[in-house]
């Protein structure tokens, strides 16, 4: 049964469209189940169900998963997870205090389901169990700080004339998230491509200009598409071609297998009459191209040298700092950041190397949103549901623990611990091998050796 949901969701995201279709589809599901549920006006799907007779002392006990349509594919477990529970609720013999199974709208990873999500439903002192899905199983009370910033390149005029006699357009597309991609690869960067070719135009001293940037909006998510538009003079074309031809064929060669639709073509434009009269202005694009290249866009890591002082939390990574999308509008630009960090003082650190970078090409740096880390130090939740993971299911190996690790990451959980008072939260991360015994865990909870809660 636990399977046949994501079979189910798999086969029928061809016919979904959206975040809110997926939604709606499990409304529906619930809705055959004999499930009641609500959705609030950020399109958060709510179950509820009260306390069971003499429960009702009991702490409630929350089941929180992201629903995002551009993910989905590499969320199956932790929804197949919430849907048994929600499920099970119907079961007489799953006794204990309240339950809240929440469905959070994550729309291209924007998190708007938990930012906005009511403080009602995330009662004082809840017991709250965060859902996704990874390679691996494991615990964690500890995920990242989260920034979203803004470089603002805007010259007083922001556009020139052209004096170039040759357009190349550029296209990049087809970067779609394939389902339980498994790659030596990380997900190809449209935004490295333009900060590659900007590189080699000023290297070459080629004369060029700019007459169009257009990146898709993917939110807080790496952007999937480029439209650029290039414009040279026809003596430096058969060059600049040879080299584009050289490059393209490599990148799609790296990233064919994963996303079999990826795509990096040009196209030559010579008719002067079908060229644009008007450009980027030289200098925003000068400052575009020296901003891209010197702020960081990746993971930051710790140095082979460098003491790791966050704690002996034996971590990869202390921060990340990515361009999530570029926005042109009236020919000025602005490049959108989403910028991750252990806590508030790397947070900084990074941010502090964004807002240089800016100021030194004569671009103006904001700070939009500021998000803090999570840290839950209640430790009795995690060490009982540790215990439990064996206790409760039938292992062959009965060595099998569920690890606790830190989350390198910004999670949802930062979100609902600003919900209320006193909250115990755990984020759990399910392999598709082991969401049986997740859920088993927790619809067993009123098990645990404290004999508390569901």
């Given at each position: 049964?636990?399977?046949?949901?994501?079979?189910?969701?798999?086969?029928?995201?061809?016919?979904?469209?959206?975040?809110?279709?997926?939604?709606?589809?499990?409304?529906?599901?619930?809705?055959?189940?004999?499930?009641?549920?609500?959705?609030?006006?950020?399109?958060?799907?709510?179950?509820?169900?009260?306390?069971?007779?003499?429960?009702?002392?009991?702490?409630?006990?929350?089941?929180?998963?992201?629903?995002?349509?551009?993910?989905?594919?590499?969320?199956?477990?932790?929804?197949?997870?919430?849907?048994?529970?929600?499920?099970?609720?119907?079961?007489?013999?799953?006794?204990?205090?309240?339950?809240?199974?929440?469905?959070?709208?994550?729309?291209?990873?924007?998190?708007?389901?938990?930012?906005?999500?009511?403080?009602?439903?995330?009662?004082?002192?809840?017991?709250?169990?965060?859902?996704?899905?990874?390679?691996?199983?494991?615990?964690?009370?500890?995920?990242?700080?989260?920034?979203?910033?803004?470089?603002?390149?805007?010259?007083?005029?922001?556009?020139?004339?052209?004096?170039?006699?040759?357009?190349?357009?550029?296209?990049?597309d087809g970067i779609n998230?394939?389902?339980?991609?498994?790659?030596?690869?990380?997900?190809?960067?449209?935004?490295?491509?333009?900060?590659?070719?900007?590189?080699?135009?000023?290297?070459?001293?080629?004369?060029?200009?700019?007459?169009?940037?257009?990146?898709?909006?993917?939110?807080?998510?790496?952007?999937?598409?480029?439209?650029?538009?290039?414009?040279?003079?026809?003596?430096?074309?058969?060059?600049?071609?040879?080299?584009?031809?050289?490059?393209?064929?490599?990148?799609?060669?790296?990233?064919?297998?994963?996303?079999?639709?990826?795509?990096?073509?040009?196209?030559?434009?010579?008719?002067?009459?079908?060229?644009?009269?008007?450009v980027f202005n030289s200098?925003?694009?000068?400052?575009?191209?020296?901003?891209?290249?010197?702020?960081?866009?990746?993971?930051?890591?710790?140095?082979?040298?460098?003491?790791?002082?966050?704690?002996?939390?034996?971590?990869?990574?202390?921060?990340?700092?990515?361009?999530?999308?570029?926005?042109?509008?009236?020919?000025?630009?602005?490049?959108?950041?989403?910028?991750?960090?252990?806590?508030?003082?790397?947070?900084?650190?990074?941010?502090?190397?964004?807002?240089?970078?800016?100021?030194?090409?004569?671009?103006?740096?904001?700070?939009?949103?500021?998000?803090?880390?999570?840290?839950?130090?209640?430790?009795?939740?995690?060490?009982?549901?540790?215990?439990?993971?064996?206790?409760?299911?039938?292992?062959?190996?009965?060595?099998?623990?569920?690890?606790?690790?830190?989350?390198?990451?910004?999670?949802?959980?930062?979100?609902?611990?600003?919900?209320?008072?006193?909250l115990n939260i755990i984020?759990?991360?399910?392999?598709?091998?082991?969401?049986?015994?997740?859920?088993?865990?927790?619809?067993?909870?009123?098990?645990?050796?404290?004999?508390?809660?569901?």
């Open positions: 049964v636990y399977h046949n949901y994501s079979l189910d969701l798999s086969a029928n995201i061809e016919h979904l469209n959206s975040t809110e279709d997926i939604l709606t589809y499990i409304s529906d599901w619930a809705e055959r189940q004999g499930v009641p549920s609500q959705m609030d006006e950020y399109k958060n799907l709510i179950f509820q169900k009260p306390a069971t007779n003499g429960k009702e002392a009991l702490p409630p006990t929350i089941i929180c998963v992201d629903i995002d349509y551009q993910t989905i594919n590499n969320n199956l477990s932790d929804i197949s997870t919430a849907q048994y529970i929600v499920a099970a609720a119907n079961d007489k013999n799953l006794t204990g205090g309240p339950l809240t199974v929440i469905f959070l709208n994550n729309e291209n990873d924007s998190k708007i389901g938990a930012e906005n999500l009511d403080p009602k439903f995330i009662k004082p002192e809840s017991n709250i169990f965060y859902l996704t899905s990874n390679d691996i199983s494991y615990s964690s009370r500890s995920s990242f700080a989260r920034s979203i910033s803004q470089i603002e390149i805007n010259n007083e005029n922001n556009v020139e004339n052209r004096n170039c006699d040759t357009m190349i357009k550029i296209k990049i998230p394939s389902a339980n991609i498994i790659s030596k690869h990380k997900e190809p960067s449209v935004i490295s491509q333009l900060q590659s070719i900007l590189t080699r135009l000023r290297s070459k001293s080629t004369n060029f200009q700019i007459a169009n940037i257009s990146v898709d909006d993917n939110g807080n998510l790496n952007p999937r598409s480029l439209e650029f538009d290039l414009l040279i003079n026809k003596y430096d074309l058969d060059s600049y071609t040879k080299w584009l031809d050289n490059k393209s064929n490599k990148f799609v060669k790296k990233y064919k297998k994963d996303y079999p639709d990826i795509s990096y073509k040009y196209e030559v434009v010579s008719d002067v009459n079908s060229l644009p009269n008007t200098e925003n694009i000068k400052s575009l191209s020296n901003i891209l290249y010197t702020i960081k866009n990746g993971d930051y890591s710790f140095n082979d040298n460098e003491e790791n002082n966050t704690k002996n939390q034996d971590l990869r990574i202390y921060g990340k700092n990515y361009i999530s999308g570029i926005e042109t509008k009236d020919y000025s630009i602005k490049l959108n950041i989403l910028t991750e960090a252990y806590d508030k003082t790397y947070l900084e650190q990074i941010n502090t190397e964004n807002s240089t970078a800016a100021s030194i090409f004569n671009a103006k740096y904001t700070i939009e949103k500021d998000i803090p880390s999570f840290e839950n130090k209640h430790e009795l939740l995690i060490k009982m549901l540790a215990k439990a993971y064996t206790k409760v299911n039938l292992f062959t190996n009965r060595n099998a623990t569920l690890p606790e690790k830190w989350d390198e990451e910004f999670t949802t959980c930062s979100y609902l611990l600003e919900k209320n008072d006193n984020h759990l991360s399910i392999s598709r091998n082991d969401g049986l015994n997740i859920t088993n865990v927790l619809l067993n909870y009123h098990k645990w050796p404290t004999g508390k809660w569901i």
